[in-house]
T-cell receptor, first 113, second 114 residues
Framework: ETGVTQTPRHLVMGMTNKKSLKCEQH?????MYWYKQSAKKPLELMFV???????ENNSVPSRFSPECPNSSHLFLHLHTLQPEDSALYLC????????????FGPGTRLTVT | QQQVKQSPQSLIVQKGGISIINCAYENTAFDYFPWYQQFPGKGPALLIAIRPDVSEKKEGRFTISFNKSAKQFSLHIMDSQPGDSATYFCAASGESGGGNKLTFGTGTQLKVEL
């Protein structure tokens, strides 16, 4: 596997379910990101991790809980989501610091019923 | 202050024509301006990027024009091809404007017709 991989690619969950999204990067990067992509809206940065430490939480509701056990893996734990949380969730990685290219995974298409 | 405004929302261009997408920003601390290209079912991928010390950067058929005083930058795709049909996002970041935090525009859906 190369680049940034995300699993699952598609997820349908009820509002009372608990699920997790997984991201893995094989690029030797030390910064990882979660973005939310909704139709007709800019990509919304959710969380940033630099060297496994969370450095940015963009006012994300607590029903989204990130976890970064090491520089290669990033999780997004989901619980009691709302229908408006349905979106494409993208993971990205880069070298830490400004001005580095961010490499995106293919995303997880999440539908909350 | 963190917004990046992008236009148009959608664009149809004939094969061989020039596609132009514009972006404007407010935060003067931004100093890195990438453009990303996204195909259906894929994540965005970096296309080309510019820093404000130059007014233009060209890579193949893709050119970024940058106007620091107007706080605007644009993507020009010369000789547009059907394979260029995708969604294009401008973005901005800066060491003091959020480090490695990218602020994205809303995207432009480009369709290149034969």
């Amino acid at each position: 596997e190369t680049g940034v991989t995300q699993t699952p690619r598609h997820l349908v969950m009820g509002m009372t379910n608990k699920k997790s999204l997984k991201c893995e990067q094989h690029l030797g990067h030390n910064a990882m990101y979660w973005y939310k992509q909704s139709a007709k809206k800019p990509l919304e940065l959710m969380f940033v991790y630099n060297f496994k430490e969370q450095t940015e939480n963009n006012s994300v509701p607590s029903r989204f809980s990130p976890e970064c056990p090491n520089s290669s893996h990033l999780f997004l734990h989901l619980h009691t989501l709302q229908p408006e949380d349905s979106a494409l969730y993208l993971c990205a990685s880069s070298h830490a610091g400004p001005g580095y290219e961010q490499y995106f995974g293919p995303g997880t298409r999440l539908t909350v019923t | 202050q963190q917004q990046v405004k992008q236009s148009p929302q959608s664009l149809i261009v004939q094969k061989g024509g020039i596609s132009i997408i514009n972006c404007a920003y407010e935060n003067t601390a931004f100093d890195y301006f990438p453009w990303y290209q996204q195909f259906p079912g894929k994540g965005p991928a970096l296309l080309i990027a510019i820093r404000p010390d130059v007014s233009e950067k060209k890579e193949g058929r893709f050119t970024i024009s940058f106007n620091k005083s107007a706080k605007q930058f644009s993507l020009h795709i010369m000789d547009s091809q059907p394979g260029d049909s995708a969604t294009y996002f401008c973005a901005a970041s800066g060491e003091s404007g959020g480090g490695n935090k990218l602020t994205f525009g809303t995207g432009t859906q480009l369709k290149v017709e034969l």
